[in-house]
T-cell receptor, first 112, second 114 residues
Framework: SQQGEEDPQALSIQEGENATMNCSYKTSINNLQWYRQNSGRGLVHLILIRSNEREKHSGRLRVTLDTSKKSSSLLITASRAADTASYFCAPNPSIAGYALNFGKGTSLLVTP | GAVVSQHPSWVICKSGTSVKIECRSLDFQATTMFWYRQFPKQSLMLMATSNEGSKATYEQGVEKDKFLINHASLTLSTLTVTSAHPEDSSFYIC??????????FGPGTRLTVL
């Protein structure tokens, strides 16, 4: 099954610093999605990048996609304590009705 | 964007009872919905794929007789945990497939079995 693998597993930074998380996957995709999950809560969709896009921005988020390397990165700039959460990538193949499979995520801790 | 709701948000029940969790797509129709389970500090694991009007497809290791899924309409799928036991305590999340491009996730249901 198509599953993203996030790296690093855990990351601790101070407020104001940038946080970079990486995702690798194995097969071809239609798009790749990034989600955030606060402890004990549901998933929040952050950003979707399509296979023909190389970079996408949304507020303080910047996502890149390199389909030749089958990898993506999520950059959070000027991090805040409220960004503390787990972040998951979900490679999405171009098959209707196909479930997203999640890796273990990157656990981000932003300290004041 | 599309909204998916779950009910209840959390439930505490005694061992041996059955618990039903609802997943609704509020402003779109979903022929396919997915049920995930997440144990503490672990990732979401796909349990089953729910298709409207047909039987659900279960992932390996998930007991279909224990986790009953009904997708009776294009906006509602239910997951019933039958004869729940403490090891079934988990965070259950559903998602709905609106288009090929994107799925929308519910807020999750926390089940605690005493």
């Amino acid at each position: 099954s198509q599953q993203g693998e996030e790296d690093p597993q855990a990351l601790s930074i101070q407020e104001g610093e940038n946080a970079t998380m990486n995702c690798s996957y194995k097969t071809s995709i239609n798009n790749l999605q990034w989600y955030r999950q606060n402890s004990g809560r549901g998933l929040v969709h952050l950003i979707l990048i399509r296979s023909n896009e190389r970079e996408k921005h949304s507020g303080r988020l910047r996502v890149t996609l390199d389909t030749s390397k089958k990898s993506s990165s999520l950059l959070i700039t000027a991090s805040r304590a409220a960004d503390t959460a787990s972040y998951f990538c979900a490679p999405n193949p171009s098959i209707a009705g196909y479930a997203l499979n999640f890796g273990k995520g990157t656990s981000l801790l932003v300290t004041p | 964007g599309a909204v998916v709701s779950q009910h209840p948000s959390w439930v505490i029940c005694k061992s041996g009872t059955s618990v039903k969790i609802e997943c609704r797509s509020l402003d779109f129709q979903a022929t396919t919905m997915f049920w995930y389970r997440q144990f503490p500090k672990q990732s979401l694991m796909l349990m089953a794929t729910s298709n409207e009007g047909s039987k659900a497809t279960y992932e390996q290791g998930v007991e279909k007789d224990k986790f009953l899924i009904n997708h009776a309409s294009l906006t509602l799928s239910t997951l019933t945990v039958t004869s729940a036991h403490p090891e079934d305590s988990s965070f259950y999340i559903c998602s709905a497939d609106a288009t090929r491009d994107e799925q929308f996730f519910g807020p999750g249901t926390r089940l605690t079995v005493l």
